[in-house]
């Protein structure tokens, strides 16, 4: 079975530019979530996507949007980039038909501000 | 606001050694998974714990949970440089919503 794919894998932008991140889950899995990683900050969690809809969402500005296809395949959105958006952005993908919670995880998407 | 605070945050050890890896909180979680990331990608998960008091073994690693779900352990024995990597343990407070809290991560170190 095919693990997450991401799209791009590295991004580069300048900032009040917008960008597009592409996730593909593991083929069953219906709940896609989105984390940014930082140094500083570690792995936060941005928001979960289920059945195509905003099921949690993290503390992160409205500049961060996302959406879930009918194929479960999610996108974010990140519109006028902060130097400060510079990040891996990780995005994860569960079955949910257990009565806990594992995540797997995709290689990421570089994306520099400039 | 739920934390999970992991320790050491670095650890630089030689081959051969044992090492433990803490990850603490106040909060009460349903599961807590551990995982193992590389430089430039993304974080592949090694274990999940659900029972209180739960112990699992992944050949030299050892994932432990506490009897109350409120911290975990992950210890190394005989360390080898392919463990190298960041360990990050990651808890689901309600076991269902797709949100993970993480730790800072441990980042380890092992030399030859």
């Known amino acids: 079975k095919a693990g997450v794919t991401q799209t791009p894998r590295y991004l580069i932008k300048t900032r009040g530019q917008q960008v597009t991140l592409s996730c593909s889950p593991i083929?069953?899995?219906?709940?896609v979530s989105w984390y940014q990683q930082t140094p500083g900050q570690g792995l936060q969690f941005l928001f979960e996507?289920?059945?195509?809809?905003?099921?949690n969402k993290g503390n992160f500005p409205g500049r961060f949007s996302g959406r879930q296809f009918s194929n479960s395949r999610s996108e974010m959105n990140v519109s006028t980039l902060e130097l400060g958006d510079s990040a891996l952005y990780l995005c994860?993908?569960?079955?949910?038909?257990?009565?806990?919670?594992?995540?797997?995880f995709g290689p990421g998407t570089r994306l520099t501000v400039l | 606001t739920q934390l999970l605070e992991q320790s050491p945050q670095f650890l630089s050890i030689q081959e051969g050694e044992n090492l433990t890896v803490y990850c603490n909180s106040s909060?009460?979680?349903?599961?807590l998974q551990w995982y193992r990331q590389e430089p430039g990608e993304g974080p592949v998960l090694l274990v999940t714990?659900?029972?209180?008091?739960e112990v699992k073994k992944l050949k030299r690693l050892t994932f432990q949970f506490g009897d109350a779900r409120k911290d975990s352990s992950l210890h190394i024995t005989a360390a080898q440089p392919g463990d190298t990597g960041l360990y990050l343990c990651?808890?689901?407070?309600?076991?269902?919503?797709?949100?993970?809290?993480f730790g800072q991560g441990t980042t380890l170190q092992v030399k030859p």
């Open positions: 994860a993908s569960s079955y949910m038909g257990s009565s806990y919670n594992e995540q797997f």
């Open positions: 083929s069953g899995h219906r709940s």
């Open positions: 996507y289920f059945s195509e809809t905003q099921r």
């Open positions: 909060s009460v979680f349903s599961s």
């Open positions: 714990v659900v029972t209180g008091g």
């Open positions: 990651a808890g689901d407070s309600s076991g269902n919503t797709g949100k993970l809290i």
